[in-house]
DNA sequence: AGAGCATTGTACTGTACAGTCTAGTCCAGA
DNA sequence: TCTGGACTAGACTGTACAGTACAATGCTCT
């Protein structure tokens, strides 16, 4: 509030403010215990501040909840992914690149804590799974279903149904690299492991829908390098 | 106990056991409001019940959760999924019928709704996850995992990695069907829809895989009737 | 040093809930 | 009609927690 250089600013540096030491403690705990395993002791003690502060900073559990989500949000940005898809790559270029950003989304274990903690307290906050969907899900989807929209224009695929076209390709990504994440606690896979999963997509995809015979090697050519 | 007609036997029909009463209203509760968000009042309530018979049948609450994730499980069976890998049909048609039977799972919204469960749970309780995940999801990709693997062996397709396969083919169908339903709260897909995602499914599995082109039709053959 | 403000710990209120206890009710079978 | 066992309702205990009030303790800037 104080207009000038506030109390606490070490030039902003390192612990920042308190409200947000709140915050990524919140962040902590919340992705860890989800909601209702969440008190504000709890926050308070990861913190390291006391609870009247925490109170001092939001007005309830619920807003410091939504202010905690809007920051994890922030940091993920599915714009990775969407923006991938303006290449004006060849289709296979294009593809893996925007196979490898979806899979690469999901290396930070928050990610996949924060999917599963939308999951579980859609139930009880059902404008979290919306927003979800609209914005992050549901980005991604339209993203390459425009993309895919525009090759097939082109002609450079064969895409009868891109909307499904694009949901096919996201699941030959997500599924092999992220089902097992999602309800057991599995370890986030190894770059190789990702970019190979991606490959496998890209030319399982572009057997089907490429319209020159991208799988070049008529058998299995182009291993990428282990 | 009684060893003779017990006193609720009005030969066990209709509503059955007090037991089963309370089992079948938690199972409700729990799907909708989670482990957390129950109580034993209103799983009482539910069932017409007393609380107290409540504690007479079940000795806690996580005892209670216990026994309704055991009569869910039960009613689940991921068997339909795996008895369609033994067929000796075509690789076409078998994965049809593998296909068909993994979409055909999640249709009832009990299904979703446990999927929901126990990734909500699985970070309280994770031997919840830990089951699932061994004879649900695992099992049926291991399933398919083995099926290819046959095919492979007898050159019906080309797998490198029946693994990696198995869980492409599924992502082919689960992502289309499934995913926006467990984090939004959509509507079951209709039969109609299930069929064509499954039959682009593996169509598209078997443009890369397939040895003699299954993809008949150079083109986009045939269509499944709309 | 002193004023002002954020921070902090502690205590308090009200609520929700698991789990127990008890007294009363209903029903079957003898 | 009597007896025994299950069912029910209500009161009660203990705990956890959101949210508030308040008094004490700093820190910063002047």
């Not at 902590?28 to 609870?51: N, W």
């Not at 450079?156 to 694009?166: I, N, Q």
């Amino acid at each position: 509030m104080s207009k000038s250089v506030g109390k606490t600013s070490t030039v902003e540096a390192e612990a920042s403010t308190k409200r947000e030491q709140i915050l990524t403690a919140a962040s902590r705990v919340f992705l860890t215990q989800g909601y209702r395993g969440t008190s504000m002791e709890m926050v308070a003690k990861e913190s390291g501040a006391g609870r009247q502060t925490v109170y001092n900073q939001f007005a309830s559990k619920k807003a410091l909840f939504d202010d905690t989500l809007a920051l994890l949000w922030e940091k993920m940005s599915v714009d990775r992914i969407v923006s991938r898809t303006g290449s004006d790559r060849s289709p296979e270029e294009a593809l893996l690149e925007i196979g490898n950003a979806i899979a690469d989304f999901w290396v930070p274990e928050n990610t996949v804590a924060f999917l599963r903690m939308v999951i579980a307290e859609s139930i009880h906050f059902p404008e979290l799974a919306d927003s979800f969907f609209t914005f992050g899900q549901g980005a991604a989807r339209r993203a390459v279903t425009e993309y895919l929209s525009m090759l097939r224009e082109t002609r450079a695929l064969e895409v009868l149904d891109p909307e499904l076209a694009a949901a096919q390709f996201i699941g030959l990504v997500n599924e092999p690299l992220l089902s097992s994440r999602v309800v057991d606690g599995g370890k986030a896979p190894s770059t190789v492991r990702r970019r190979r999963v991606v490959h496998e997509a890209v030319r399982t995809f572009l057997a089907r829908y490429g319209t020159d015979k991208h799988s070049a090697s008529p058998r299995h050519g182009s291993e990428p390098r282990r």
